[in-house]
């Protein structure tokens, strides 16, 4: 009560005790203001909130950056100006999945060629090991296969015991089976 009547109706709480501070063990996330506006597609928004310093590495809630939100756009559009912008061409989630990574799992090779030619890791491995080739090659990818093999992918990279090969394989995928044990 003394708390309460020496601040009225500016005190929150008041208590007896101490109130113990908890830290959270993992950082606390939000959708960003820059992930909507990539989100939306708003390129005059998205670099407002950039001139505003708000970071192009910035996780959202579940640990992805807005270059990632730019990979559910129909076109390469916001995927080209976040990195014109400067969005760093392997920036990593959580789980250390690279936009190349994600690229590849959307089935885009118009948006795997935009990140191979910006200079993006063909042998990132995600926090389990695995590579955009793997990847690709589970998912029967051919097309995309073939990029990122001739940009350097390396098909012997073992992620869990599976090589990107073995992956095709156990998916009867025998066009990209036969693609990476080519030498």
Known sequence: M???SMFGRLAEYAAVEAIPRQVPA???RSNS???IAVARGDTARVGELLRQGFPLDLLDTAGFAPAFWALAHPDATMLTFLLHQGSPVDVRSACGDTPLMAAVQTGSLAKVRILVERGANVNARDNRGFTALHRA???GQAEIVKLLLERGADP???ANG???QTL??????VEIARLLSSP
């Open 156 to 158: 012997s990279v073992r």
């Open 26 to 28: 993992a950082p606390l």
């Open 168 to 173: 095709a394989e156990m998916r009867n995928e």
């Open 33 to 35: 203001m820059l992930h």
């Open 137 to 139: 090659a589970e998912s």
């Open 2 to 4: 003394k708390c309460m």
């Open 162 to 164: 599976q090589t990107a």
